[in-house]
């Protein structure tokens, strides 16, 4: 499948340009060098010509690279005493490249400093857009099989955590520590994000980050969290319920986003394209029919995969149609300033509307 993927992304630029290059620079998230290379390294230059691919590393990743890059890509060492810009000009000069189509996600700087670099040479640069993450928008089946196995590895996260709590006596941050060692210790690379872990008013935040407050002993807990195994990344959300009686308000608007997403991932299983705003509509629609009318603020959803934001989105806006294989995030919620928020997330493959996600969603109470 990897040289489908470089075939299919020669065919994204080689009618208007001689070159492709996309650039990661150290401090950069980003994973389209590993999509396209198989490099799991800090930073690295990919040039793709009309014949040939190359992959530039320096010194410090020699054998990493020999170890991981794909076959069928030339790896070009960059020496000690020169730059990787250095021996980035040199290769476009001896191929006798002029038109360059240079990935969005390069640095201004970057380009910039190439422009210098190749200066007198003739080359033409040319901004493009997103031609990598067009390809990974539709995941193959190892793609998809990698995707299952971290959020399989992710219930069983979950799962641990509902027999760990222990409310008025860890804190939302103790609990999200408690996570990502789990995560390790049973075979994770790591949190595909910092875990969001949210009691009572603040699970009203959708993006909450992990305090000091203990976690309740009696209101709502909201935990979002996934892990990254094999490259690949899970997302989930669970809202349960810490204490005795549940609050009827609460357990209504639990009831409608339950609802909501089920209607959503309904109309991810089709035999024709479906645009991917008619999903989020199917969801939002929903919950501005009831009680809870202007409380769902976000995109239903969006695409994960190597990494755990990726097209396509899920919102109104959104302008993309779904062909089927995209992997896609299902979360609808609903958020009561000052009370409390309910959110419900699940992984599901478009077309075949197969849910990844296998943890309960019946509302849990500890």
């Given at each position: 499948?990897?040289?489908?993927?470089?075939?299919?992304?020669?065919k994204?630029?080689?009618?208007?340009?001689?070159?492709?290059?996309?650039?990661?620079p150290?401090?950069?998230i980003?994973?389209?060098?590993?999509?396209?290379?198989?490099?799991?390294?800090?930073?690295?230059a990919?040039?793709?010509?009309?014949?040939?691919?190359?992959?530039?590393?320096?010194?410090?990743?020699?054998?990493?690279?020999?170890?991981e890059?794909?076959?069928?890509?030339?790896?070009?060492?960059?020496?000690?005493?020169?730059?990787?810009?250095?021996?980035?000009?040199?290769?476009?000069?001896?191929?006798?490249?002029?038109?360059?189509?240079?990935?969005?996600s390069?640095?201004?700087?970057?380009?910039?400093?190439?422009?210098?670099?190749?200066?007198?040479?003739?080359?033409?640069?040319?901004?493009?857009?997103?031609?990598?993450?067009?390809?990974?928008?539709?995941?193959?089946?190892?793609?998809i099989?990698?995707?299952?196995k971290?959020q399989?590895?992710?219930?069983?996260?979950?799962?641990?955590?509902l027999?760990?709590?222990?409310?008025?006596?860890?804190?939302?941050?103790?609990?999200?520590?408690?996570?990502?060692?789990?995560?390790?210790?049973?075979?994770?690379?790591?949190?595909?994000?910092?875990?969001?872990?949210?009691?009572?008013?603040?699970?009203?935040?959708?993006?909450?980050?992990?305090?000091?407050?203990?976690?309740p002993?009696?209101?709502?807990?909201?935990l979002?969290?996934?892990?990254?195994?094999?490259?690949?990344?899970?997302?989930?959300?669970?809202?349960?319920?810490?204490?005795?009686?549940?609050?009827?308000?609460?357990?209504?608007?639990?009831?409608?986003?339950?609802?909501?997403q089920?209607?959503?991932?309904?109309?991810?299983?089709?035999?024709?394209?479906?645009?991917?705003?008619?999903?989020?509509?199917?969801?939002r629609?929903?919950?501005?029919?009831?009680?809870?009318?202007?409380?769902?603020?976000?995109?239903?959803?969006?695409?994960i995969?190597?990494?755990?934001?990726?097209?396509?989105?899920?919102?109104?806006?959104?302008?993309?149609?779904?062909?089927?294989?995209?992997?896609?995030?299902?979360?609808?919620?609903v958020?009561?300033e000052?009370?409390?928020?309910?959110?419900?997330?699940?992984?599901?493959v478009?077309?075949?509307?197969e849910?990844?996600?296998?943890?309960?969603?019946?509302?849990?109470?500890?």
């Amino acid at each position: 499948m990897t040289w489908k993927r470089i075939l299919e992304l020669r065919k994204l630029w080689s009618k208007k340009y001689d070159a492709y290059l996309l650039y990661k620079p150290e401090a950069w998230i980003s994973s389209d060098i590993r999509y396209i290379t198989g490099f799991t390294g800090s930073t690295a230059a990919f040039l793709q010509t009309k014949r040939r691919n190359f992959v530039f590393v320096d010194f410090r990743y020699k054998t990493q690279i020999r170890q991981e890059a794909y076959e069928g890509i030339t790896i070009v060492d960059v020496p000690p005493g020169k730059g990787l810009l250095e021996v980035l000009a040199e290769k476009l000069t001896s191929l006798k490249v002029k038109s360059v189509a240079v990935e969005g996600s390069v640095p201004a700087s970057f380009l910039k400093a190439l422009k210098k670099e190749t200066a007198g040479k003739g080359l033409r640069y040319n901004v493009v857009s997103g031609l990598v993450s067009k390809l990974r928008t539709v995941k193959d089946r190892g793609e998809i099989g990698k995707i299952r196995k971290a959020q399989e590895l992710t219930d069983a996260l979950f799962e641990w955590v509902l027999n760990a709590i222990e409310p008025g006596k860890m804190t939302e941050k103790d609990l999200a520590f408690e996570m990502e060692v789990w995560a390790r210790r049973n075979g994770a690379e790591g949190m595909s994000f910092a875990p969001i872990v949210a009691g009572n008013e603040r699970s009203a935040m959708p993006h909450a980050r992990p305090t000091d407050n203990p976690i309740p002993t009696e209101g709502v807990l909201l935990l979002d969290f996934g892990l990254r195994v094999d490259g690949y990344v899970s997302d989930m959300t669970r809202t349960i319920w810490i204490g005795n009686s549940v609050p009827s308000d609460f357990k209504k608007a639990y009831e409608v986003v339950l609802e909501a997403q089920r209607r959503a991932i309904e109309k991810l299983a089709f035999s024709r394209p479906v645009p991917a705003k008619e999903v989020d509509a199917a969801a939002r629609e929903y919950i501005e029919g009831s009680d809870f009318k202007g409380t769902f603020g976000h995109g239903l959803g969006h695409g994960i995969g190597m990494d755990v934001h990726e097209a396509p989105a899920l919102n109104p806006k959104s302008k993309y149609v779904l062909k089927g294989g995209e992997v896609v995030t299902v979360e609808p919620g609903v958020y009561l300033e000052g009370k409390f928020g309910v959110r419900i997330e699940d992984i599901v493959v478009a077309g075949k509307g197969e849910n990844l996600t296998r943890s309960p969603k019946e509302l849990i109470k500890l």
